[in-house]
């Protein structure tokens, strides 16, 4: 564990399944309301230059592919502003 160190659900599918591609395009239900983007490196550390705060529900798209660009960024997680909670994962194709 480490700072950021969190415990929460975790949800299981019965029957396995595919991950989700969504062919370079958030699905609707990812882009409501105000996120919180943290960006980690492939040692699973913040890199703190290209966190972000989206309040704006139209521009999350534009703000993680700003994020994936950082050739120090490995994937991005997108949570809740207002609550923190975990909302989904992003990696370059």
Not at 2 to 16: K, N, T, Y
Not at 19 to 32: E, S
Not at 41 to 69: K, S, W
């Amino acid at each position: 564990p480490g700072p950021f160190w969190e415990a929460g659900p975790v949800f299981i599918h019965e029957a396995a399944c595919r991950r989700r591609r969504c062919n370079g395009r958030l699905p609707t239900v990812a882009r409501g309301g105000a996120r919180t983007i943290r960006a980690y490196d492939a040692d699973h550390r913040i890199v703190y230059a290209e966190n972000r705060l989206v309040d704006d529900p139209a521009a999350l798209e534009m703000e993680l592919r700003g994020a994936l660009i950082h050739p120090d960024v490995a994937y991005v997680h997108v949570r809740n502003s207002r609550a923190g909670c975990f909302a989904f994962r992003v990696e370059r194709a």
